[in-house]
């Protein structure tokens, strides 16, 4: 008796694990069929949208922090750096002399986003002083939402300005400049330089050039620095003049 059910209860056991294997396959086998289902490419990957250029944040220092350039502008009106021509939207620059040194003379590049170069040069800026320079060759920046990409500089300084302060005193009222000999020896073949002092800025990288023959011992001279007659003249620098 016990022997039959035994043989009844492995038959129907065998029956039970059957099914249960052709459950797991069938199982598998639907995950299989659902795998391969055709599924929709990927969605392709945008380009990056390129990011305008903003162009330079003002201010911008150039030649190591020396000099600061403060801004770029449009002017019109009468260019002291191209002789003295007339335009209207010339390109102008402001710079600072940021160093402790004399800058004796700067040439300055701005480079516009769309690959305008405009040239600007200032000469004998004394440190600590603004300068408004305009382009050398009275080119106009008529647009000025075409923003400047970059500014290069080359400069050369000296130590300080050369004003010959042990022998020579400077008054100036204006653009009267009064020059006193205050040495034991006379002064011959003087070159004086000034720049045009405007509300506290340079107006103009140009330095004007006066020659004085001879100032003797314990005398004075006065010379007039006409070219500054928008502002005050300022005496930058006073050398013998090596062509006199």
């Known amino acids: 008796m016990t022997r039959k059910r035994q043989r009844r209860f492995f038959p129907l056991l065998a029956v039970v694990l059957a099914a249960a294997v ?7 086998a639907s995950g299989q069929s659902g795998a391969s289902v055709a599924q929709s490419a990927p969605a392709a990957t945008p380009e990056p949208t390129p990011t305008p250029n903003p162009g330079l944040s003002w201010p911008y220092v150039v030649e190591d922090g020396n000099l600061q350039v403060d801004s770029l502008f ?15 939207d010339i390109a102008a620059l402001q710079v600072t002399n940021l160093s402790d040194r004399f800058v004796e003379r700067a040439e300055l590049t701005a480079t516009l986003l769309d690959g305008t170069g405009l040239n600007f040069v200032i000469t ?5 002083q603004t300068v408004l320079a305009f382009a050398v060759d009275n080119a106009a920046y008529p647009d000025m939402t075409v923003l400047c990409d970059t500014v290069t500089c080359s400069a050369v300084y000296g130590d300080a300005a ?83």
Do not use: R
């Not at 052709?22 to 598998?28: E, I, K, P, R, V």
């Not at 449009?74 to 209207?88: A, H, L, R, V």
């Open 74 to 88: 449009q002017y019109s009106g009468i260019n002291p750096d191209c002789d003295g021509e007339m335009g209207d």
């Open 162 to 244: 050369p004003v010959m302060a042990d022998t020579i005193a400077v008054d100036v009222q204006e653009t009267t400049v009064t020059l006193t000999n205050t040495g034991s020896t006379d002064l011959t073949n003087l070159a004086v330089g000034c720049h045009c002092l405007f509300d506290g800025a340079y107006f103009g990288g140009v330095t004007y050039n006066y020659a004085v023959d001879c100032i003797t011992a314990g005398s004075s001279v006065t010379i007039q620095a006409d070219d500054c007659y928008l502002g005050q003249a300022d005496v930058v620098c006073i050398q013998s003049d090596p062509a006199a």
């Open 124 to 128: 004998n800026v004394p440190a600590g």
């Open 22 to 28: 052709l459950a797991g396959c069938g199982s598998a």
